[in-house]
């Protein structure tokens, strides 16, 4: 069954409150504040396998992401969780890398299509983790699709800057991080599917 998740489902990253200073909430709106500190939103559950939908928006050469199966005691959520990266690839220098663009496994692996032109406009997107198989949806088209558990997944890692982190990726179970990159956010009707 699918339920929404509102301010009180958040909680700053390493904090036991939701960051006022960070985030702001506008009815199911939840925007991060460029000029505020850079805290991640957390949720307060763990989940295993899951559907994520949710709006997304971000301004000219925004920058965000959503990672998933987070462990707080291990350090900054990208150490534990990957990440379905959000960006306005037309104005922000990771847009031209495709590993780092749009739609992409943040940092291993590139997204199936373009998603060039995304600021200033809120954009469908799904996040679908059962098992090891992961699905990201941008506007009801599909843009990746892997196994965690795969030898491939496995050499991008060990190539990649998570290559230190021996949990990346292998949590079964983990919390959903909503990142702050230092510019302004927007996430609305966040909705989950425990499966």
Do not use: K
Not at 107 to 128: E, F, K, T
Not at 167 to 176: A, C, N, S, T
Request: proline share 3%; glycine share 8%; net charge negative.
């Amino acid at each position: 069954m699918e339920r929404e998740l509102t301010a009180t489902h958040w909680r700053g990253y390493a904090q036991q409150q939701f960051p006022q200073a960070a985030w702001s909430v506008d009815g199911n709106v939840l925007r991060a504040i460029a000029t505020g500190p850079r805290v991640d939103l957390i949720s307060r559950e763990s989940f295993r396998d899951f559907v994520l939908s949710f709006d997304w928006r971000l301004p000219r050469g925004g920058s965000s992401a959503v990672a998933y199966r987070v462990s707080e005691e291990s350090g900054p959520a990208a150490h534990t969780g990957p990440a379905l990266q959000l960006l306005d690839d037309e104005h922000h220098q990771d847009g031209a890398d495709a590993l780092t663009s749009c739609g992409a496994l943040y940092g291993l692996m590139a997204p199936w299509h373009d998603q060039r032109s995304s600021a200033n406009a809120y954009h469908g997107a799904r996040i679908v983790v059962n098992g090891a198989l992961v699905e990201y949806w941008i506007d009801e088209r599909q843009v990746l699709g892997c196994d965690l558990a795969s030898e491939e997944l496995a050499e991008r890692i060990a190539r990649s800057r998570f290559r230190d982190f021996a949990q990346f990726g292998q949590l079964r179970e983990g919390h959903i991080v909503l990142q702050h990159r230092g510019t302004e956010a927007w996430f609305r009707r966040l909705r989950i599917e425990v499966l």
